[in-house]
């Protein structure tokens, strides 16, 4: 078993939900809450992870810029996965309900040595 | 939980109280989405918003004033902290939902304004829903609300619960607006019975909250409970398995609620006390015949005669002059049915009510006459507002050609 990080980006996460009437939202919510169980149970999900505030800082060597950053490359949070393989990380990251509202989630393998 | 946030925030910031509440919901469904759903969501939620409002208060204490009888309490960390939890604790928050309640019917804005502020702020419906229970448009629920928040927001502080006159004319307000909402949602035109059930359950739950509150329990309170409890136990039975419209005769009153028609009967007792007698006690006791009878024939038909003939003195409308009508052709017959809705005073202000057309041929066909009765039927299918309406209506007019 390898660990990957998903790297949740987009997805209109601000500001979404107050478009959404109460039965879009609680879909939403079970939508998530079904697929972060589904990984649980397959014994997949490391760490359920956390969301992550919408503003925050860019730090280079000569500037520093806030936040806020485009709405489709923001990382509205992240999750530690067990899986096979990258393949099968990829694989699982399917199900996010994230991709159905215009999102999108990064796999990344973490190195070990 | 928007009243707490007014009650720290004062009534002219209104609007922020919603964003706060906005950006707790928000924060609460990213969390959740990682980590489930806790046990007590609600409690939850309001912790939240406790935390956004001291953010608030701590950033914008010098910005902006927020609500006058707590201002000094809010200056100093000593007393920050408790004035806070006592705002949010869970018997300041029923109060401060029933100071709200008082808020909304500002005697400025219109019974239909005051409802839909009731629904938005109180209820949390969407300005959408609103506009579907309503059937208006979004854009004209959003402009009422959007005016009658700017009325609100000239006060500074939520309406105080004391026993003044200002308070007994508001409180009769309030058992109005909450009587339109409960009526919205039982006779409403609205097609979705998911909206129409929740109307009904906010306009209980918030006449409960009046019950339970010393000042606000009076006769006519208990009286409008009782009504929406017996109401409400008839619910279940108002549209039949294949989803069609099932008159009061023909309901299978098994369905009907026992625990709250008992309930209802309960409170119907507690509210005879006083001197005065409210349409909501004649309501209620009509609804009680109904409840308590074991068949439509079982009814006592002339005691509701009577009940509607006060009601009619206290509060006249044609509406009312109809249900009388169809009381009267139980008891006494179809034709006399018919001579009583002739008689109708202002019964041209019926013409756009689809239920005027169906009760005379309904009549019309007790007594044989099927071509008028189906030109009755006819009419009430062009006034139809749902197609659960229209659907019942096609359904009578083949009966006028069956028999």
């Known amino acids: 078993m390898s660990e990957f990080l998903y790297v949740y980006r987009g997805g209109h996460r601000d500001g979404g939900w107050s478009k959404q009437s109460p039965e879009e939202i609680q879909q939403i919510m079970q939508k998530w809450m079904t697929w972060m169980q589904g990984l649980a149970e397959k014994g997949h999900l490391k760490d359920r992870g956390h969301p992550l505030e919408p503003e925050g800082k860019l730090v280079s060597s000569k500037t520093v810029t806030d936040g806020p950053y485009a709405e489709k490359d923001l990382v509205g949070g992240y999750s530690l996965i067990e899986a096979k393989d990258l393949a099968q990380a990829a694989e699982l990251s399917k199900g996010c309900p994230i991709l159905e509202r215009g999102g999108a989630v990064e796999v990344r393998p973490i190195m070990k040595m | ?403």
């Open chain 2, 1 to 403: 939980m928007i009243a707490a946030l007014t009650r720290v925030f004062g009534f002219h910031n209104l609007a922020l109280a919603e964003d706060v509440m906005q950006d707790a919901l928000c924060r609460a469904l990213e969390v959740w989405k990682h980590h489930g759903m806790p046990d007590n969501p609600s409690a939850w939620l309001m912790t939240t918003a406790k935390n956004c409002a001291v953010d608030v208060l701590r950033r914008e204490r010098t910005a902006r004033t927020f609500a006058p009888e707590i201002t000094r309490l809010l200056e100093s960390e000593w007393t920050f902290r408790p004035t806070i939890e006592a705002a949010f604790g869970p018997h300041a928050i029923q109060d401060d939902e029933l100071r709200m309640m008082f808020s909304c019917v500002d005697p400025r804005l219109t019974e239909e304004a005051q409802v839909a502020l009731i629904l938005h702020i109180l209820c949390g419906f969407s300005v959408g829903e609103i506009s579907n229970a309503f059937l208006c448009s979004a854009a004209a629920a959003e402009k009422r609300i959007t005016r009658a928040k700017k009325v609100l927001a000239t006060a500074t502080q939520l309406f105080e619960l004391s026993g003044t006159e200002d308070f007994c004319s508001r409180l009769s307000a309030v058992h109005r607006a909450l009587y339109l909402l409960f009526n919205e949602g039982y006779h409403g035109a609205n097609t979705k019975t998911a909206v129409r059930v929740e109307l009904c359950r906010e306009a209980m739950r918030l006449a409960t909250l009046l019950r339970d509150h010393p000042l606000a329990a009076t006769p006519p309170t208990y009286a409008l409970l009782a009504l929406m409890c017996l109401h409400a136990a008839r619910m279940p039975s108002r549209v039949d398995e294949s989803g069609s419209l099932s008159l009061l005769p023909d309901q299978d009153r098994s369905q009907w609620n026992a625990e709250l028609i008992r309930e209802g009967q309960r409170l119907l007792e507690e509210s005879a006390t006083g001197d005065v007698v409210s349409e909501y006690h004649l309501e209620a006791a009509i609804a009680w015949c109904h409840a308590s009878a074991p068949t439509a024939q079982a009814t006592n038909w002339a005691q509701v005669i009577t009940l509607y003939d006060t009601l009619l003195r206290i509060r006249p409308s044609p509406v009312i002059a109809l249900n009388r009508a169809i009381a009267i052709a139980q008891h006494a017959g179809p034709e006399q049915g018919l001579v009583a809705i002739q008689a109708i005073d202002g019964c041209e202000r019926l013409q756009a009510y689809p239920f005027y057309p169906m009760a005379l041929g309904e009549l019309e066909l007790q007594c044989g006459r099927k071509t008028r009765a189906s030109q009755h039927f006819t009419a009430a299918l062009q006034l139809a507002r749902n197609p659960t309406e229209q659907r019942f209506m096609r359904s009578r007019i083949e009966a006028c050609a069956l028999r």
